[in-house]
């Protein structure tokens, strides 16, 4: 694969535009947008930025649900030269203030009725009709591949996040490596199934618009396993990009319902350092054989995705459980390196270093932090060239595929969100109540890491965990928050004084909270609201009380995914996974099912 050039995201997409203007590049629902009217939309945005005083090398916002609207104001941003940075209208406003703050952001393209406060918004309305008298034309200053084309805030062990910066060559090269590996054309049907925060949206965007194919846009809430079928049937996709964790959710629950495997699919991208071996094996044998895994790996610092590997039981080399993350992209380059900065002996544990055209430019604002990450590359060819110091441990299989090992630092990934534990622990030491705290990410049933915080309470201060939970809501984001809390006198410390985390993990678990036992007797009520009760604690931990919201409570999405059909077996009934969201509090949602459960009963049985 030749080299990225000259070209940028805007400009490629252009040219697909061109080649093919009535074809469908953009569904969300029922509503499409064609190539031309894509293009069309990316102008007139690019003319009201540059109209509203943007110019290139600007930040600019994106704080909106995902839609096409959402998608045409990435796409606008760039086009005009300027960088997006993508924020989740759901992100706790400390935080959000803190990022805008930092990147200097004084425009902001946000939802009807946001209450997102910048210097300037601007609305995008559903049809963008508002932007008809602007002109279909390009811009006259577009961006070049040295030009920002987005900045992605991460996790930094600072207490504060990061933002990365990431310039078109980087994204093109991505791109152009996508479109070839996954074979993509016109014909291909995309799903975009991660938030549009988070950078790996972006690689299920913007390769298939290079390609001239279709991408169906996530909605704000994702399809739970059961109704995933049924969402590729109606739209016809042909390749999926979701996270590993989900794939083994939805794979368990096409075989507990005795559903096919859907017959459009022909490609499936995983994208995590651990793929496990025994989702693929139930894969293949539920027939899914012939349909390929990919697994890519790559940090936000490197343009997403800088090694891949096609994940297959036949052939596979090495004892572990887990499938490797591959090879690197074409114009990528990786180093597995000792603590002295020296290449390791193939077989052996080094740190990745990742060079070539998809490292980042580094961190805004961060000179410090990027001299520490960002390092000379001893084997570039060009002035300034750098290679980006991951943290990540891996060996070098006998065919050149690398095996991640884990990380040399306690950096670690909740639901593929890089979290550093030392922002959390910080966050939570701003708490008056806290004295100690200790924050580690411990693996659940299903492989997915829960956070976990040891704490020890400032004497007199009188404080519980619901408390301490409320004050993370308001700074960090769902995926950072703590699942459970264990209180203790004291850390246990280490010979050097540190805490010993080791020792943390040896600690008995404490016996969950038990719920009332479901009654042999009773009304229906009271037997789905003890049964539900039930399934909570198990899911969560404790019993709940009538007015917890699952969400707040220790619930995220994943474990949503597993109570819908933990309670579609006990109440032979069908539940939306969307259920969860819309009814979180406890008592709402034993109504709902409750209603559910009646209607079912209420049938004649066939």
Not at 64 to 71: D, H, I, T
Not at 386 to 405: C, I, K, Q, W
Not at 566 to 595: G, M
Request: glycine share 8%; net charge negative; aromatic share 6%.
């Amino acid at each position: 694969m030749t080299p990225p050039g000259q070209w940028t995201v805007p400009g490629r997409i252009a040219e697909t535009a061109r080649r093919t203007p009535q074809a469908t590049a953009l569904r969300s629902g029922e509503r499409t947008l064609s190539y031309q009217q894509l293009l069309r939309r990316m102008n007139q945005l690019a003319a009201r930025l540059a109209r509203l005083g943007v110019r290139p090398g600007d930040r600019v916002a994106v704080h909106m649900e995902p839609s096409l609207e959402a998608v045409v104001a990435l796409l606008g941003v760039m086009h005009a030269g300027a960088a997006y940075l993508p924020s989740d209208p759901a992100t706790p406003a400390q935080r959000l203030e803190g990022v805008l703050a930092e990147a200097a952001v004084t425009t902001a393209l946000v939802d009807p009725g946001s209450l997102l406060a910048v210097a300037q918004r601007l609305e995008l309305e559903p049809g963008l009709a508002s932007l008809d008298g602007e002109a279909d034309v390009d811009p006259s200053t577009p961006p070049s591949a040295e030009s920002l084309a987005y900045v992605i805030f991460t996790s930094g062990t600072t207490g504060r996040p990061k933002g990365v910066c990431v310039p078109h060559r980087g994204l093109v090269n991505l791109c152009q490596a996508v479109v070839e590996g996954w074979g993509l054309t016109p014909s291909d049907r995309v799903h975009q199934f991660t938030p549009l925060s988070f950078d790996a949206a972006a690689e299920a965007l913007f390769p298939p618009l290079f390609a001239g194919a279709s991408v169906l846009v996530r909605d704000t809430t994702p399809p739970g396993p059961g109704e995933f079928n049924a969402l590729i049937a109606r739209h016809q996709l042909t390749c999926l990009t979701v996270p590993p964790i989900y794939m083994h959710h939805w794979v368990t629950e096409l075989i507990r319902k005795g559903q096919p495997l859907p017959a459009t699919v022909r490609l499936v991208c995983l994208g995590g350092d651990k793929i496990a071996k025994e989702t693929r094996r139930l894969w293949d044998e539920h027939g899914g054989r012939h349909i390929p895994w990919i697994n890519d790996y790559g940090p936000t610092e490197a343009t997403i995705t800088s090694t891949t590997h096609r994940c297959t039981l036949e052939g596979e080399q090495g004892p572990q459980s887990f499938f490797p993350i591959g090879k690197p992209l074409p114009n990528v380059r990786i180093y597995l390196l000792d603590p002295h900065g020296k290449p390791v002996p193939r077989g052996e544990t080094g740190e990745i270093h990742i060079a070539g055209v998809g490292v980042a430019q580094g961190y805004l604002q961060r000179p410090e932090e990027t001299a520490q990450r960002f390092l000379p590359d001893p084997h570039g060819t060009g002035t300034g060239d750098r290679m980006y110091r991951t943290g990540d441990l891996a060996s070098e299989l006998p065919d050149g595929s690398l095996v991640f090992l884990g990380r040399v630092d306690d950096q670690v990934k909740i639901r593929g969100h890089r979290v550093e534990l030392q922002e959390v622990e910080l966050t939570l030491k701003r708490h008056p109540g806290v004295r100690e705290v200790a924050v580690l990410a411990v693996p659940d049933d299903t492989g997915d890491k829960k956070l976990v915080a040891y704490w020890v309470a400032e004497p007199g201060q009188g404080v519980v965990p619901e408390q301490l939970q409320d004050f993370l809501k308001e700074r960090l984001p769902e995926y950072m928050r703590v699942w459970s809390w264990r209180p203790l006198d004291r850390l246990p410390l280490t010979e050097n004084g540190k805490v010993d985390r080791r020792a943390l993990l040896e600690l008995p678990e404490p016996a969950p909270v038990a719920a009332a036992p479901a009654p042999s007797g009773g009304s229906l009520q009271e037997q789905v609201h003890s049964r539900l009760a039930e399934l909570w604690t198990g899911l969560l931990g404790a019993a709940p009380k009538p007015e917890d919201s699952f969400f707040e409570v220790g619930g995220d999405s994943l474990l949503a995914m597993q109570l819908v059909p933990q309670i579609e077996d006990a109440f032979q009934v069908a539940v939306p996974l969307v259920l969860i969201f819309e009814a979180p509090v406890f008592s709402e949602l034993s109504a709902h099912v409750f209603r559910l459960a009646s209607e079912s009963a209420a049938k004649p049985a066939p």
